[in-house]
């Protein structure tokens, strides 16, 4: 089924622009935005019904200044990658996820969702249309952000009275400038990313605007990231500011449980499932900061981060120094099978990748 059938509106240039690769230096990537071909546009209006979406030339938005997203956050957001394969087909990792892990977002922040099935259209249809920037194999991916917001007018404090779902990408190679090399952690003890009954189970923006005080100030520190605490008791950690924490001890992998303050991460739950899958023990519950000294391997997850090593975790002075160079064995062998099962270089036995 052709992913262009809803409406898309491709520009006469747009098939010889997208044979060939763009011509960047595919070598250099990492986090930074790179402006690509097209952007996909739908709107909600005030029936709650989404009309067809269109591929537009990526620029510029226009906006009311007294857009509900503007005024009061009243948005969203997602992320998930492309690969190319070895035979130039490109491969999305589990798209539905986004658009299912987006509409409950959407119940929260009292806004209307697409449907899984417009989601992921839209993702595959703005990722063909932008192919010449998804990367080489082995270069990285095509990073896709997909956007929900309350894009109408209002003044008083309302639920925005229409919505727009924007889809960008941006080729990446990897997040952290560390690469793959180990990142440093250090925990934040005073300010907190969310709270009991509050959006951090969410991918609500005000989330990611809430952990920028800290994140600057561990930066400058020359740390890579802060690992936030529960903001009740101060003890179980929650994740960082970017992506969710595992830590493996014994050969036993452990990661915080979903309770409605940590983001259920899509790379979260396939490291589990793959982790599972490879005979490992995984256990998702409380995780006490005390129990960081004694693990033998931490590590990251997220779409953005993938599986990131963690070298050392900084607690209140303290530094804990974990696998020192690169990764431990159980996250290696945990980060080559998601990332081959991501590139198409092993048998998709899980079903999660779709192909283009
Ligand atoms: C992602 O991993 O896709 C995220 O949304 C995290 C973001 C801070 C880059």
Known sequence: VSPFKRGAILSDTYSSETNELADIDWDSLGFAYVP?????????????????????????????????????????FEGLKAYRKGDGNILLFRPEENALRMKVGAERMCMPSPTVEQFV????????????????????????????????????????PEYTFLIYVSPVGNYFREGVAPINLVIEHELHRASPGGTGGVKTIGNYAAVLKAQSAAK??????????????????????????????????????????????????????????????????????DELLEADEVFCTGTAVVVSPVGSITYKGRRVSYVEGGFGAVSQQL????????????EDKMDWTVEL
């Open 220 to 289: 400058a520190k020359g740390y890579s990231d802060v690992l936030y605490l529960d903001c009740v008791h101060k003890k179980y950690l929650e994740e960082v500011s970017s992506c969710n924490i595992f830590i493996v001890k014994d050969n036993v992998i452990s990661t915080p449980a979903i309770k409605g303050t940590i983001l259920p991460g899509i790379t979260r739950k396939s490291i589990i499932d793959v982790a599972r899958s490879e005979g490992f023990q995984v256990e998702e519950r409380l995780v006490a900061v």
């Open 335 to 346: 980060y080559t099978v998601l990332t081959r099962l991501q590139m198409g270089l092993i």
């Open 121 to 160: 259209d839209a993702v595959k249809a703005t990722v063909l249309a932008n192919k010449r920037w998804v990367p080489p194999p082995g270069k990285g991916s095509l990073y896709i952000r997909p956007l929900l917001m309350g894009s109408g007018a209002v003044l008083g404090l309302a639920p925005a």
């Open 36 to 76: 690509t071909d097209y952007m996909y546009i739908m709107k909600c209006t005030r029936d709650g019904n989404f009309s067809t979406g269109e591929l537009q030339r990526f620029g510029n938005i226009e906006l009311s200044p007294s857009a509900g997203v503007l005024n009061y956050g009243q948005g969203l």
